[in-house]
């Protein structure tokens, strides 16, 4: 009788995911190795992101910084601009510091072991195993999302998360064979996003449906089983767009440490019940025209914000901030709700600007 793994390697043999950081079984076997450096930037990329968000960022970075050595060498300003938009700000800031690591301290070279890799700036458990898994070939659990809800399945776990993982971890090591495991992690995180969905699972198409003890009893969608979600709490704010005479936009930089740290925005304050209407925050001196509100969704709260507008101001500036082309807006490192910011009173400033409501720290 076939193992798990290997009724699973079999199906990610014909049907794998083809993505630019991954070296295909075939590839594999005419000697085409995964480049540690690729895979540690698509696994940062990938936490709390979608594939399809990703693809593009990842092209874009491998351009401009195709190894540790040139990543180590940019400045954090200009990761920050290309990071823009994915959310999570935190990452790009230790993709920083990760880099510079491991140029200073390790050669240029990525740690093998997961204690050396969780020793990096940014590399927790889950995205030291899977480097050491498809990297290097080490035979760890790889357990993310798309694993809790394979396994928890599979085994017909009947613990809430995250009291589950622990368990979910256990099983995962014990179905992760020394043959290929890099596949293998792989391999689950396909079946997690094409097969083995949270809802409607494509169970009759599954490689592993004669194994899933959660089909048998015809529930797999009650799996994972998880605690009530807690409502997020709300915050209120103002942002302010000063338009110069020379039809320029003013932008400042928030500080390093904290929520969105290092990135550019208009100038704003918001908090729990911060006023939304209150001008003598402004910036500047001036007629400060109500445009809109905007909302948007952060991993702990959500924000709602009124955005103000004024036009026509001389060009002084704070000790943080400087004036912008509207049509050079795209090259600033600003982060989604800056953007929304900016729609809202300048409507062409971003044309290709999606309605986003990505979820940012």
Known sequence: MKTIASKLLDWYDRYHRILPWRVTPAEQASGIKPDPYQIWLSEIMLQQTTVEAVKSYFTRFLNQWPNIKALSRASQDDILKIWAGLGYYSRARNLKACADKIVANHDSHFPQTLEGLRALPGIGDYTAAAIAA???????????????????????????????????????????????????????????????????????????????????????????????????????????????????????????KGLLGGMSEVPNHFASKASKTDLSLAPFTGTWIYRGDIIHAFTHFTLSMSVYMADNLAESSGKNGWWVRTEELNREALPTVMKKALAKALPTAFKKMKNQSAREP
């Open 134 to 256: 498809i990297a290097f070939s080490k035979p760890h659990a790889v357990v993310d999302g798309n694993v809790e809800r394979i396994v928890s399945r599979l085994f017909c776990i009947r613990i809430a998360l995250p009291a589950a993982k622990k368990e979910i971890w256990t099983h995962t090591q014990a179905i992760t064979q020394h043959n290929r495991p890099g596949d293998f992690a792989q391999a689950m995180m396909d079946l997690g996003s094409s097969i083995c969905t949270p809802k409607r699972p494509s169970c009759f198409i599954c490689p592993l449906n004669d194994s899933c003890l959660a089909l048998e009893t015809d529930e797999p969608e009650n799996f994972p089983l998880k605690m009530p979600k807690t409502e997020k709490s709300m915050r209120t704010g103002i942002a302010f767009v000063a338009l110069s005479e020379n039809g320029r936009v003013y932008l400042q930089k928030r500080q390093e």
